[in-house]
T-cell receptor, first 116, second 113 residues
Framework: DTGVSQDPRHKITKRGQNVTFRCDPI?????LYWYRQTLGQGPEFLTY????????KSRLLSDRFSAERPKGSFSTLEIQRTEQGDSAMYLC??????????????FGPGTRLTVL | AQSVTQLDSQVPVFEEAPVELRCNYS??????LFWYVQYPNQGLQLLLK??????LVKGINGFEAEFNKSQTSFHLRKPSVHISDTAEYFC???????????FGGGTRLMVKP
């Protein structure tokens, strides 16, 4: 399978702990996105990378959140001092920059975070 | 700023009946619109997208959507649904920089036998 993969698929943690999620995009996709989806809602944009550069960050991405994409390949999303409000599905997507707009974003299966 | 409104949170329909899932958008820039489907415990899969040209867009699994600029709508339709179409459907609009999607709240399609 050459789609977007995410690890882990599920994570349960206690409030105050740090967690890190990994996303492996489709090979040679230079654009990578993180979204958050809470129960019963549509995904909300968190951040965007073009190659290794983080070019866009949402106001939803508080200072407890940090994302990296070293070498422009896989990406990690870390949440420090987790809060119960962080419980959500974290989705990763990637796309190839074929045009300025309209490229299809391919989504991974997501990491479901539960903060107790 | 862009926004997407999906007017129906749930749409129940019998198998083999037609269905329309409604989507209205607000955007001050060029409009690029998408419909994604999400099956339980899975990521989102692209059904179709409108970039330009013909306002009637055909997608996978027999779905189609019509872009209506004057009504700022992009409704999704299927003439005959199957049980396997039961899923959550999301409408989305892309920003002008081409690096972010804004999604609606989703519509849960429930196909009954």
């Amino acid at each position: 399978d050459t789609g977007v993969s995410q690890d882990p698929r599920h994570k349960i943690t206690k409030r105050g702990q740090n967690v890190t999620f990994r996303c492996d995009p489709i090979s040679e996709h230079n654009r990578l996105y993180w979204y958050r989806q809470t129960l019963g809602q549509g995904p909300e944009f968190l951040t965007y990378f073009q190659n290794e550069a983080q070019l866009e960050k949402s106001r939803l991405l508080s200072d407890r959140f940090s994302a990296e994409r070293p070498k422009g390949s896989f990406s990690t999303l870390e949440i420090q001092r987790t809060e119960q409000g962080d419980s959500a599905m974290y989705l990763c997507a990637s796309s190839a920059k074929l045009a300025e707009q309209g490229d299809t974003q391919y989504f991974g299966p997501g990491t479901r975070l539960t903060v107790l | 700023a862009q926004s997407v409104t999906q007017l129906d949170s749930q749409v129940p329909v019998f198998e083999e009946a037609p269905v329309e899932l409604r989507c209205n958008y607000s955007s001050s820039v060029s409009v690029y619109l998408f419909w994604y489907v999400q099956y339980p415990n899975q990521g989102l899969q692209l059904l179709l997208k409108y970039l330009s040209g013909s306002t009637l867009v055909k997608g996978i699994n027999g779905f189609e959507a019509e872009f209506n600029k004057s009504q700022t709508s992009f409704h999704l339709r299927k003439p005959s649904v199957h049980i396997s179409d039961t899923a959550e459907y999301f409408c989305a609009v892309e920003n002008n920089a081409g690096n972010m999607l804004t999604f609606g709240g989703g519509t849960r399609l429930m196909v009954k036998p």
